[in-house]
């Protein structure tokens, strides 16, 4: 059975960081590609950042420079540091994973519950 479960979440000021983690299990070997999304009250779900499983990451375009996707896979963990926020990031973040022939971006197979993020002005 899949899990995958997100921690981290708090309520910040702005300019503040938080980290963000994914832990996984029931995943069998590193095949996998993993993703954040966040969904902000009222508006769809986003995507943030993607790791795939040959370590090839990508960042939406308003999240560069201020958060940082990183993947380990002894740990079975992928994280997202997230710096600079701002009260636009407030939002649930969810972690996503895909076997690796699937795009996680459009075609995830497992979706965490979210972690909580409030970033107040």
């Known amino acids: 059975q899949v899990q995958l479960v997100e921690s981290g979440g708090g309520f910040v000021q702005a300019g503040a960081s938080l980290r963000l983690s994914c832990a996984t299990s029931g995943l069998i070997g590193t095949n996998y590609n993993m993703a954040w999304f966040r969904q902000a009250p009222g508006k769809e779900r986003e995507f943030v950042a993607s790791v795939n499983s040959n370590g090839d990451m990508s960042y939406a375009e308003s999240m560069k420079g201020r958060f940082t996707l990183s993947r380990d896979n002894a740990a079975n963990t992928v994280s997202l540091q997230m710096d600079n926020l701002k009260p636009e990031d407030t939002a649930d973040y969810y972690c996503?994973?895909?076997?690796?022939?699937?795009?996680?971006?459009?075609?995830?197979?497992?979706w965490g519950r979210g972690t909580q993020v409030t970033v107040s002005s």
């Open positions: 996503a994973a895909s076997r690796w022939f699937r795009n996680v971006r459009t075609n995830p197979d497992y």
